[in-house]
């Protein structure tokens, strides 16, 4: 009894490591998807209040699934630092990758630090940028590591065997339609292969919109306009959904290269298959 | 535990702390000597010269208010600049014209303004607008020693009240205190003769498009009696700055727009130099 056991470091970072991944498989999954305007996070949350995505800066979405009260806090975290970081010197100079590497140091010294539990945490920052080439989107697993992602992200429970779906069937260049549909797809998709409904009710949808002409490109997706998409997926290429008109070739082109992934998707699978421990 | 803090690059305690929703509450522990109340300044015979900005006026009506400011800043009897801008706005629904010390106004309004954005993205709803009004008014209050000293700002913030359905509009003083005006409100050097333009003016069932021209007709009458406010000036292409706020939230008037009204403006009173004439009786 007073006497401790030996416990090898290598043994004390799996165990640690094992904690916190068991407590994010508790929650439900959540995607981050690249579409033609900007970012869209989809996520299943039957609560209206309690978000697990949220603005953080003008042209940054914070996205988390775990424990509630710590990336509540995390994300509180954030939006102090961008607010001060924009305070102090310029709006321009808040950026993704300051906040992520915040982030990840954050994150890394509960998680090495024996005198505290690991947060069990795994979020995902992105950034909605002038073009498609400027977007970017960082996955911050529970230890401190940081994934640069591209097109596609998924965290939580069962995030492996989503993003693969993902990564097989997401293309660059999808209407909003196109992109919440595939999310709703694979987020649908149980652990054994079946597939569930989720009502719209259940769903909390958020863009980072380039398009919008306000400084703050964060918006949610709730009601009419939800359903509104949820529908325009369902005809398929109807020119319902305004702001994905020009994407209408594209809406064509995306059942014939759903079987046949393009060479955007192939890569983006291995590496974030790699990253995977 | 405090060198571990230090040494890693992790958030600082102040920022995971849980608790305060206001971002000026979080500067005040984790940097306090970024606030704009907390410097002090060493005592000095006489004002400090600065540019200090100018008129401001508001009016309401069914539907919105409209709140806008002339262009100029003075630095004793000089002219400092003639395209300041004095109205910002606030947030989404609602906007703070100000006028006093130019460059404590701007950092005011900067603080103001992502005090509102703040507690916005933390509580995922916005402050009442009453509850901006307060905010605002603490922050003037902050102010007092510098404004002891001549370096006074003082606001007008008027806005779309969400919950009751109508524009409204605060006033406040050098000491922070609030008031909240019926119809129509000014601020600044040439606020005397703008709030008498206002007044024979305004009516309570003004359209939009009266409400702007009304305040580019008040901002004339300043600028013709207050040597400190500036008029439309048309070799520059210089208008004042108009901002209406309704229930689709903030808009600001284009150059165009408010060059259209100013111009219509100075072209009847290039027969009727004193403006339009209220009845007698």
């Known amino acids: 009894m007073s006497t401790p056991f030996y416990v090898s470091p290598q043994q004390a970072m799996a165990d640690r490591a094992e904690y916190a991944r068991k407590g994010i498989a508790r929650g439900r999954s959540l995607v981050v998807l690249q579409y033609a305007d900007g970012i869209v996070f989809v996520g299943e949350n039957p609560s209206r209040a309690l978000h697990k995505f949220s603005e953080i800066y003008d042209r940054i979405g914070f996205a988390a699934a775990g424990k509630y009260n710590e990336y509540e806090n995390l994300r509180i975290g954030g939006v102090r630092y961008a607010d001060l970081r924009g305070y102090t010197y310029d709006r321009d100079d808040v950026t993704a990758r300051g906040l992520a590497n915040v982030y990840a140091q954050t994150l890394g010294t509960i998680f090495s630090s024996s005198g505290e539990k690991p947060y069990e945490v795994e979020l995902v920052v992105a950034e909605v940028g002038d073009t498609v080439d400027g977007d970017q989107i960082y996955r911050l697993p529970h230890d401190g590591s940081i994934v640069d992602e591209h097109g596609s992200v998924a965290v939580g429970g069962s995030s492996e065997q989503i993003s693969t779906y993902l990564d097989q069937r997401h293309r660059d260049g999808m209407s909003l339609a196109e992109a919440l549909k595939l999310a709703v797809q694979a987020l649908s998709r149980d652990t054994n292969g079946g597939e569930r409904e989720i009502p719209a009710e259940r769903l909390e949808v958020a863009v980072l919109d380039r398009t919008r002409p306000q400084q703050r490109k964060f918006k949610r997706i709730v009601g009419r306009q939800l359903s509104r998409l949820l529908e325009a997926d369902g005809a398929a290429s109807t020119p319902t959904d305004a702001p994905s008109d020009t994407e209408e070739p594209d809406g064509g082109a995306a059942t014939a290269t759903d079987d046949t992934p393009g060479e955007t998707g192939k890569p983006d699978a291995d590496a974030s298959g790699d990253s995977k421990e | ?281």
């Open chain 2, 1 to 281: 535990m405090e060198a571990n803090t230090r040494s890693t690059g992790r958030l600082p305690a102040a920022f995971l702390t849980p608790g305060s929703s206001s971002f000026m509450d979080f500067l005040s522990h984790h940097s306090p000597d970024l606030l704009p109340g907390n410097r002090s300044l060493p005592p000095l015979q006489g004002a400090i010269e600065a540019p200090h900005g100018t008129t401001i006026v508001a009016v309401t009506f069914p539907g919105g208010v409209v709140l806008a400011g002339d262009r100029r800043a003075t630095m004793g009897n000089m002219i400092a600049q003639r395209d300041i801008e004095k109205v910002f706005p606030a947030d989404e629904y609602s906007a703070v014209g100000i006028a006093g010390t130019a460059g404590l106004a701007v950092e005011m309004v900067k603080l103001f303004q992502l005090e509102l954005e703040h507690f916005e993205k933390v509580e995922g709803v916005q402050l009442s607008l009453e509850g901006k009004a307060n905010r605002l008014s603490t922050m003037i209050r902050s102010n007092l020693a510098m404004a002891m000293q001549g370096l006074a700002v003082v606001p007008i913030f008027a806005g779309w009240d969400v919950d009751r359905e109508r524009g409204r509009i605060f006033s406040y003083d050098v000491t922070g205190g609030r008031s909240e005006e019926t119809g129509f409100a000014s601020t600044g050097s040439g606020s005397i003769f703008a709030r008498g333009a206002m007044k024979k003016l305004y009516h309570d069932d003004l359209t939009e498009q009266q409400a702007t021209t009304l305040v580019i007709q008040a901002l004339y009458d300043a600028a013709d009696d207050d040597s400190a406010t500036g008029g439309p000036d048309v070799a520059r292409r210089i208008y004042p700055i108009v901002t209406v706020i309704t229930d689709e939230g903030f808009r600001r008037l284009t150059d165009d727009e408010s060059s259209e009204i100013a111009r219509a403006i100075l072209e009847r009173r290039l027969t009727q130099p004193d403006g339009p004439r209220a009845a007698l009786l």
